[in-house]
């Protein structure tokens, strides 16, 4: 069982929430990390989110999101590093454990030429985030998404990438609903050591309502989560594990509900 100590609630999982209603959430459960995305952050504002987290004795464990980097011109490739710089702003003021960077995609863009927009968009914002102190979280994604979310698919691939900088400035970010289907997950989890920066579950639902929205409640699914749990914590990783969900029945349900749930299947099932 992990220790309850280390849940944290992402704020995707009640999507209605703001931040104000999310950071509360957590004081009332007992969820001691909360993990927050920029549109939220945008609503509420930055200062005011960073002292709501402050105020309330939260921990970060993560801001979603960066990346997004190929593009098909190099105009829009800029604007897209702009963008980025901002995020890693963002994770500062707020002291988050790391950036996720979704990668990105664009059907215009070419898969190879893609991958190599994905690394040069890292090498273009890795010094900036060296010198904030905010850690990029690579995200490998579900080929699923490798059309139009994400051209890095593979925790080999989001690896081999992070490994071009200090441990400190890039690592990898594991989520059971992208990595649960490779035949060697367990060898690639023992690879990361080291460089995991985070751990996000849910569950894969059979049947998958949706291409996007296809997580469910961990312990709904078909995700042997627990044991991935282990091998990550066997490989080094003892931070924060987001419970992150993106599913509209989920969030159609009074929040309050959910993290309940979330909280007692984590005890459980985690």
Not at 77 to 88: C, G, P, V
Not at 186 to 204: E, K
Request: hydrophobic share 45%.
């Amino acid at each position: 069982m992990a220790d309850q100590k280390r849940i944290s609630l992402n704020q995707i999982t009640t999507e209605r929430w703001t931040v104000e209603q999310t950071v509360a959430a957590c004081v009332r459960y007992g969820i001691p990390s909360v993990a927050l995305w920029r549109h939220r952050l945008a609503e509420t504002g930055l200062e005011k989110a960073a002292r709501l987290v402050q105020d309330a004795g939260l921990h970060v464990s993560s801001v979603c999101r960066g990346g997004m980097f190929p593009a098909p011109t190099i105009t829009e490739w800029r604007k897209r590093i702009q963008d980025n710089l901002r995020a890693i702003e963002e994770a500062a003021e707020l002291k988050a454990d790391c950036l996720v960077l979704v990668t990105g995609a664009d059907p215009r863009v070419k898969l190879a030429d893609a991958r190599e927009m994905v690394k040069d968009g890292i090498a273009a914002i890795a010094s900036y985030a060296e010198k904030l102190g905010v850690c990029l979280g690579v995200e490998p994604l579900h080929p699923m998404f490798a059309g139009d979310r994400s051209v890095v698919n593979t925790i080999d691939q989001a690896l081999d990438i992070a490994e071009l900088y200090p441990a400190s400035v890039a690592g990898v970010v594991l989520d059971v609903i992208h990595i649960w289907w490779d035949p060697r997950v367990f060898a690639l989890i023992q690879r990361c050591a080291g460089r995991i920066v985070g751990f996000h579950v849910s569950d894969w639902l059979v049947p998958t309502p949706d291409i996007l929205k296809c997580r469910g409640m961990i312990g709904d699914g078909v995700i042997d989560i627990r044991s991935l749990r282990l091998a990550v914590d066997a490989a080094g990783y003892n931070g924060p594990i987001e419970v992150e969900i993106l599913n509209q029945k989920i969030w159609d349900t009074p929040g309050d509900e959910v993290v309940r749930t979330m909280r007692d299947r984590f005890e459980k099932l985690v």
